[in-house]
């Protein structure tokens, strides 16, 4: 933790050096002076209310109040520091287009203001994600044809939600508004792909009523994900993680959830079989890999199968090579809550360690979808990466288009 938090000073302190470079390229410029004389003093006020408040509060431990607390210094570092990034970024990127091209002073004003109008275009965009975009629900509609799907199954409408994480939100409201409008698309089956909570099952008390009232024909289905197997917390406070698990199996229960760990629940229709697999969260490293495929497979060799697995390296790991899994429903990513979607063209800083970080994907006729998250965690915002829940209609016929 100490080796992260010098290294995040370090990289703010050559950020903001870089930045008080550029600001001085355009000259005695009324709008660069007022800029040079207000940035290290802001940095200086942003580190010191954190330092008094580590001071004063403590780390946040299992207190679900002093987590969120937590965001409104990752949320002012957001509005603070992703600007100058992007300031900085463009102002190095102009500089040696300017060198290249022999560029002179007037140049070198044009691309400053250009630099600082980008960086005030971030400014605009973190705002909007802290205040709107981070409850900003879309339903991700998704046609998918599968020649392994029983006939009977033709046609099954199955709502995806994932990574709540119930305890970043300080506003009800905004979940309940959610959960309406995943209630809303008539669904023959809902299930929920991990990450309901940050540390402590507590933190989902409160929505138990809005869960339970969710309502689909064929059955409410979930799994754990990393943080709900309750190992974010280190140290003398830590709760065991069976106590958490305990805590959550009954809040599954009561909600009149079935909660898959390392199980299988088989469906039939009309003669037709279709089974609905969980596992415990696998992933890389430091994520631990608690899931047993073989197991949640072995209830019903071989018949065609949905699996949820929080994880969307599982599917890559081991998933895929399993022919009797027809589509893995995953999340985990978040989409980094950050990038941008248009069409059919979507791109994520996620996409630097998860390759599969949104979306559909497949390999034959193994199918992976990946849910970008329904809550947030880590700062408070979602910026071109909207909360989603995801509307999948089976096809029993090849090939997959958007509705």
Same mark, same amino acid.
């Given at each position: 933790?100490?080796?992260r938090?010098?290294?995040?000073?370090?990289?703010?302190?050559?950020?903001?050096?870089?930045?008080?470079?550029?600001?001085?390229?355009?000259?005695?410029?009324?709008?660069?002076?007022?800029?040079?004389?207000?940035?290290?003093?802001i940095?200086?006020?942003?580190?010191?209310?954190?330092?008094?408040?580590?001071?004063?509060?403590?780390?946040?431990?299992?207190?679900?109040?002093?987590?969120?607390?937590?965001?409104?210094?990752?949320?002012?570092?957001?509005?603070? +520091?992703?600007?100058?990034l992007?300031?900085?970024?463009?102002?190095?990127?102009?500089?040696?287009?300017?060198?290249?091209?022999?560029?002179?002073?007037?140049?070198?004003?044009?691309?400053?203001?250009?630099?600082?109008?980008?960086?005030?275009?971030?400014?605009?965009?973190?705002?909007?994600?802290?205040?709107?975009?981070?409850?900003?629900?879309?339903?991700?509609?998704?046609?998918?044809?599968?020649?392994g799907?029983?006939?009977? +199954?033709?046609?099954?409408?199955?709502?995806?939600?994932?990574?709540?994480?119930?305890?970043?939100?300080?506003?009800?409201?905004?979940?309940?508004?959610?959960?309406?409008?995943?209630?809303?698309?008539?669904?023959?089956?809902?299930?929920?792909?991990?990450?309901?909570?940050?540390?402590?099952?507590?933190?989902?008390?409160?929505?138990?009523?809005?869960?339970?009232?969710?309502?689909?024909?064929?059955?409410?289905?979930?799994?754990?994900?990393?943080?709900?197997?309750?190992?974010?917390?280190?140290?003398?406070?830590?709760?065991?993680?069976?106590?958490?698990r305990?805590?959550?199996?009954?809040?599954?229960?009561?909600?009149?959830?079935?909660?898959?760990?390392?199980?299988?629940?088989?469906?039939?229709?009309?003669?037709?079989?279709?089974?609905?697999?969980?596992?415990?969260? +696998?992933?890389?490293?430091?994520?631990?890999?608690?899931?047993?495929?073989?197991?949640?497979?072995?209830?019903?060799p071989?018949?065609?199968?949905?699996?949820?697995?929080?994880?969307?390296?599982h +599917?890559?790991?081991?998933?895929?090579?399993?022919?009797?899994?027809?589509?893995?429903?995953?999340?985990?990513?978040?989409?980094?809550?950050?990038?941008?979607?248009?069409?059919?063209?979507?791109?994520?800083?996620?996409? %630097?360690?998860?390759?599969?970080?949104?979306?559909?994907?497949?390999?034959?006729?193994?199918?992976? %979808?990946?849910?970008?998250?329904?809550?947030f965690?880590?700062?408070?915002?979602?910026?071109?990466?909207?909360?989603?829940?995801?509307?999948?209609?089976?096809?029993?016929?090849?090939?997959?288009?958007?509705?």
């Open positions: 933790m100490l080796t938090i010098l290294a995040l000073i370090l990289a703010i302190g050559v950020l903001d050096l870089l930045v008080w470079a550029y600001l001085r390229r355009p000259g005695d410029t009324p709008v660069f002076r007022k800029l040079r004389r207000l940035h290290f003093p940095s200086v006020a942003t580190g010191l209310a954190f330092v008094s408040y580590l001071l004063l509060r403590g780390m946040p431990g299992l207190d679900p109040q002093a987590y969120r607390e937590w965001f409104i210094f990752t949320g002012l570092m957001a509005l603070i +520091w992703m600007p100058r992007v300031f900085a970024t463009f102002s190095v990127l102009l500089h040696l287009l300017s060198l290249i091209a022999g560029r002179g002073r007037q140049w070198k004003r044009a691309t400053a203001f250009l630099a600082l109008g980008l960086a005030g275009a971030m400014l605009g965009a973190v705002s909007w994600g802290i205040l709107i975009g981070k409850s900003d629900y879309i339903v991700h509609y998704i046609r998918l044809g599968h020649p799907l029983p006939p009977a +199954w033709n046609g099954l409408r199955i709502a995806q939600f994932s990574d709540t994480h119930l305890g970043s939100f300080g506003h009800p409201e905004n979940v309940r508004k959610g959960l309406r409008m995943m209630q809303s698309t008539e669904a023959d089956l809902i299930v929920f792909t991990g990450d309901l909570i940050n540390t402590v099952a507590e933190e989902a008390w409160p929505y138990a009523e809005d869960f339970r009232s969710l309502r689909a024909p064929l059955g409410k289905f979930a799994i754990l994900g990393n943080h709900d197997i309750g190992d974010y917390v280190k140290g003398d406070t830590i709760r065991p993680p069976e106590e958490n305990r805590l959550l199996r009954e809040f599954f229960r009561d909600a009149g959830f079935v909660l898959l760990e390392d199980s299988a629940v088989s469906l039939v229709r009309d003669g037709d079989t279709l089974v609905v697999a969980g596992v415990d969260n +696998w992933g890389l490293p430091p994520f631990r890999q608690e899931g047993d495929l073989a197991r949640a497979l072995g209830f019903f071989g018949a065609p199968t949905l699996l949820l697995s929080h994880d969307p390296t +599917w890559e790991a081991e998933v895929k090579q399993r022919p009797e899994v027809l589509l893995t429903l995953s999340g985990h990513t978040h989409g980094m809550q950050m990038g941008m979607r248009f069409g059919n063209f979507q791109w994520s800083p996620a996409s %630097f360690k998860y390759p599969l970080w949104g979306g559909l994907y497949s390999e034959n006729d193994s199918y992976l %979808f990946v849910n970008t998250g329904f809550g965690l880590g700062f408070p915002a979602r910026i071109g990466i909207r909360p989603e829940i995801s509307l999948i209609t089976l096809q029993s016929k090849n090939g997959q288009s958007p509705q």
